[in-house]
């Protein structure tokens, strides 16, 4: 899902393209993605945009006469800037916003149809869209920790809780977590008073990071290329890769949609992580530290390139 420094450049170079020009018209291609009635598309064709705004992970572009169109990527959406009048592509395309001089294509690479588009009349009826998330780079240390221990989580599901901040998903939640050298399954509850300050520093830090790497690199373009998987990121999709602070193979815990990537060193003091049903499977057996992993791994490869399991081993019936 596309978190807050992509969303940051989305709402920054839409900026510079639309506003002070007419929105032309809307095509909807798909029945699912337009969630509201009224204003109709119809209504807000030829009114001039006026603001792009960015409202968590939300984009607003608001239109002469105090409308709004509010757009939610969720996990696959993707927006691009295309030539004036282009299709709307099959199987992806969900709308096409068509200005003088480009087309804005909205699309969902994913057949959950989870991205929407809202459309709706007076600033009041943004609040609805507000999760109330709080915003890290205006918090002083003293609101980002009533904020984080306000809820007993785990310090991962508490910084990618739209209610509780702001713009902050699973990808850079793992960056953050890794720059502060906390487990991602740390208890808010637990956490000292230094370290909710290192954290709140790293959460501005890398979100401050990445916006600007995004805002160079996309430069006087558009921002076609979003993913949450960045060559230059420490462990976020870095699965058995070298951690670039230590060295230590990156580990990650799989759970629902998503996942948590660490290094043990660094956040966990060289433990390894088990999610729940893993844990249940392999009780004891679950290795405990790197070296145990290591050398499950070399006992596996023997008994692979052997044929037999080597003694002494203790198993577990699945």
Known sequence: MPELPDVAIYVERLAALTIGQPLEGIRVASPFVLRTVTPSVKDLAGATVETVERLGKRIVIGVEGDRFCVIHLMIAGRLRWKKRGEKVPNKVGLAAFDFPHGTLIFTEASPKKRASLHLVAGRAALAEFDRGGLDVFGAT????????????????????????????????????????????FRMTSSITDQEVAILHRACIDILAQWTQRTREEVGDGFPDKVTAFRPEMAVHGKYGQPCPVCGTKV????????????????????????????????????????????????????????????????TTKA
């Open 141 to 184: 240390p003293e609101q980002f920790a009533e904020r984080l221990r306000g809820e007993r989580h785990t310090v991962k599901r508490s910084l990618t809780d739209p209610t509780l901040f702001d713009g902050i998903g699973n990808a850079y939640s793992d960056e953050i977590l890794h720059a502060a050298k906390l487990s991602p």
């Open 251 to 314: 580990q990650r815990i799989v759970y629902a949609d998503n996942e948590a990537n660490y290094c043990p060193t660094c956040q966990t003091e060289g433990r390894l992580l088990a999610d729940r049903s893993l844990s249940r499977l392999l009780k004891e057996d679950w290795p405990k530290t790197l070296e145990e992993l290591e050398e499950k791994k070399r006992d596996a490869k023997t008994e692979t390139s052997s044929g037999t399991r080597p003694a002494g081993r203790k």
